[in-house]
């Protein structure tokens, strides 16, 4: 017999792990129709960032859910997707907004690095060339957002000072620094 979504959301709630799972395969699919409306607004952001994005907009609809207020849960999750979603956008227009002559370009970040008076010719060549290679395997191997988290990370920074450059959630540099790990482990 299937559970109503608020059985569901009553075992959730008590700590049952799986009955969010049954959730977010019940509704991965409007989550996943709602990303489409906002595909190709933001090049920053490809389709799993925008269904993580959902699935953190679920997460947050499963916990603040109130069936007392008249509300199907279907409705209510949709308008906490949609909020987040265009919470997002809202946030890259004004990272846009930003004057380019206020912005350090992350493929420049690594010139900034060599200080020929500290290192001989032959290692600041051979580091140069180590760390353009690295970042041509980055580049190759993760979305733009994911190789942006991963420049700021390995540069020192912290989830929440990445979280403050990139005008992000730290929930989404936590999420790209998971799905950074796993392409990286292939």
């Known amino acids: 017999m299937r559970q109503t979504d ?4 009553r075992d959730f709630l008590s700590g049952n792990d799986d009955a969010f799972d049954l959730i977010a395969s019940r509704y991965l699919g409007l989550i996943s129709t709602a990303a489409k409306k906002y595909r190709g607004m933001a090049a920053d952001l490809d389709d799993s960032d925008m269904i993580q994005e959902g699935m953190v907009a679920l997460l947050s609809a499963c916990r603040t ?14 308008i906490c997707v949609e909020n987040r979603y265009r919470s997002m956008m809202r946030s890259i227009l004004r ?9 350090i370009s992350l493929e420049d970040e690594p010139q900034a690095a060599f200080d020929p008076t500290e290192t001989s010719l032959s290692e600041l060549v051979e580091t140069k060339e180590y760390i353009n290679s690295l970042h ?44 950074i790990r796993q392409k990286l482990s292939r």
């Open 95 to 103: 990272q846009r907004a930003v004057p380019s002559r206020n912005m």
């Open 65 to 78: 859910y109130d069936g007392d207020k008249g509300m199907s849960f279907k409705n209510y999750l949709m």
């Open 6 to 9: 608020e059985e569901l959301l």
């Open 136 to 179: 041509r395997i980055l580049k190759n191997s993760l979305s733009n957002l994911e190789y942006k988290v991963a420049i700021l990370h390995l540069s020192g920074y912290t989830y929440k000072e990445i979280a403050q450059r990139l005008n992000i959630s730290l929930k989404s540099v936590d999420n790209a620094q998971t799905r």
